[in-house]
């Protein structure tokens, strides 16, 4: 039999609770399936803090490195722990990692209201292809004088022709299988004339290999926007780190709620581990209540089992979202319910289990 031995690193907040309904669907569907799971848990993040002064240990990316894949719940715990520590793992595990694709679907679902005037669900349907491994999320740059009045802060995006044209083939690949056969590269080249640019001219050179897809460009503010108004006229969507992260919460949003939008930090060659993580983050306001949305989790877990070979497992974990989404009885208060974080983990199990 398969086995896959994956890393659970819940994480904070409501990461620990989505965490706990995810690795329920896994259980349920591999104890159906031809595979089995073998899940190792990790106490990183305010548990591991407060034991230690750091929120991961020094060598973790070295624990992580053997495992078939990591799954993620959420990081970030801002009354315990600073932010930009807390988040650092995530950050470093990208990029550590060479997941250079994160791929973000929104799609709207039958029955789940989109905060958008009039929009059916097959009017939203995208895809965003994030580029996840450079552009303005390196750490380059640094302070100068920086308490005094002459301070200065440089922090520089670094793009690379090798990063910007696999990325721009990863996303015309996925057109390339959808429907629609339609890309939309979100730039800025008009204001960002150095590194946006540069992404306008390897689009002019990957484009050739794609006459099948119809690719287009769009500067962010007018993607931002033409998202609220038209949503309908976009498919897949290939974005810049800093860019994509933007456009995804949009896109997330529009589809119903940020707690059913799933995502992958893919490591194409899979030299590494791929990760996979809810779009949404530790929401500290509502974590512990038992109230947030386990779904985003789940279907995280879905795109997991998708990349590691088992297509039909990942499409029954989705199937039974879908269903439970659109028959719409229980539901958490984020999309209208009244259920609890648990009820949802549950149907989502029995339907796995029928
Ligand atoms: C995301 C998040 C992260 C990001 C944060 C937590 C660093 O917003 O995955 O979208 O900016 O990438
Ligand atoms: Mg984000």
Known sequence: MKRYNIAIYAGDGIGIEVTAEAVKALKAVSARSGFELALTEFDWGTRYWKKTGKSVPDDYLKQLRGFDAVYLGALGDPA?????????????????????????????????????????????????????????????????????????????????????????????????????????????????????????????????????????????????????????????????????????????????????????NINPTREFPSLFEPVHGSAPDIAGKGIANPLAAVRSAAMMLEFLGEAEAAARIEKAVYDCVVEGRIRTPDMGGSSTTHEVGNEVVRRLAS
């Open 80 to 264: 315990n722990v600073p932010d930009h520590e807390a988040v650092r793992p995530l950050i470093e595990m990208r990029q550590g990692f060479d997941q250079y694709a994160n791929i973000r679907p929104a799609k709207l679902f039958p029955g789940v209201r989109t905060p958008l005037a009039d929009r059916k669900p097959e009017e939203i349907d995208l895809v965003v292809v994030r580029e996840n491994s450079e552009g303005e999320y390196i750490t380059a740059g640094g302070f100068f004088k920086r308490e005094t009045l002459d301070g200065i802060a440089l922090q520089t995006a670094i793009h690379t022709r090798k990063g910007v044209e696999r990325i721009l083939r990863f996303a015309f690949e996925i057109a390339r299988k959808r429907p629609r056969h339609r890309l939309t590269m979100v730039t800025k080249s008009n204001a960002l004339k150095i590194g946006m640019l540069f992404w306008d001219e390897v689009l002019e050179v990957v484009r050739k290999d794609y006459p099948d897809v119809t690719a287009e460009k769009c500067h962010i503010d007018a993607m931002c926007m033409a998202l609220i108004q038209k949503p309908q006229a976009y498919d897949v969507l290939v974005c810049s780190n800093m860019f994509g992260d933007i456009i995804s919460d949009i896109t997330g949003a529009i589809s119903g709620s940020i707690g059913l939008a799933p995502s992958a």
